[in-house]
């Protein structure tokens, strides 16, 4: 990696703020992704952590919080974040640290942020996509609003690359084929958002089962 590169991925870890914000574009979708699409934003379900043992989701709670603090100092707002995020990134099948490394890179963790290519909220979500999948009440800065369509896209993308996270990811910022927001959302995610259960369980020296698998 050339050395404004590393300069740069650097200079996004250390200041709480920093984001390296794109654009989504505008891509003709088939009538049947669409329809799968806006279903999936349909979805009125309460947000909630879904796992096998709720001590577990307590014990990511507590990591995820303290780890947060710094960019949203206030408790409650922080767990229902954190709340929306994990079940949002499950539900789209995707880890819910990756998507809080995304949102740290995005956003900042900043619930107004507008880019310059107008990309809202948390997750830099694009406006178009509610004309193309949403109905006009959508809010792209409500919060459950806001990741539960940035979750779908991200979903999306990933459908489309078969599986290939960082060409998803360009596809996401509209920066396909270029490293730069790839690394950082992947450098922010495993550095500071990676969270291991059992490591959790003997840190904060909680009797817990083992996580399966």
């Given at each position: 990696?050339?050395?404004w ?13 920093v ?13 049947s ?51 929306t ?36 909220g ?20 409500h ?28 596809r ?24 291991n ?5 003997r ?11």
């Amino acid at each position: 990696m050339k050395g404004w590169r590393v300069l740069l991925l650097l200079a996004a870890f250390a200041v709480p703020g920093v984001s390296l914000a794109g654009a989504q574009v505008y891509e003709e979708l088939s009538a049947s992704v669409r329809a799968a699409l806006s279903k999936s934003v349909a979805d009125t379900a309460a947000p909630r952590i879904v796992t096998r043992d709720p001590r577990e989701a307590e014990a990511w709670l507590a990591a995820m919080s303290k780890r947060l603090e710094r960019f949203m100092p206030d408790a409650a707002e922080r767990r229902d974040f954190l709340v929306t995020v994990h079940y949002e990134a499950t539900r789209a099948g995707l880890d819910p640290q990756l998507v809080l490394g995304l949102i740290q890179v995005e956003s900042g963790f900043r619930k107004y942020a507008v880019s310059s290519a107008s990309a809202r909220g948390y997750m830099q979500v694009m406006p178009f996509w509610v004309k193309l999948i949403g109905t006009p009440e959508h809010n792209l800065f409500h919060l459950r609003t806001n990741l539960r369509y940035g979750c779908t896209i991200l979903r999306h993308y990933l459908d489309m690359e078969n599986g290939n996270l960082f060409r998803a990811l360009g596809r996401y910022n509209g920066s396909l084929g270029q490293p730069d927001y790839p690394n950082m959302v992947v450098g922010a995610w495993k550095t500071r958002w990676a969270w291991n259960y059992e490591e959790n369980r003997r840190t904060a020296g909680q009797t817990l089962p083992r996580q399966p698998g």
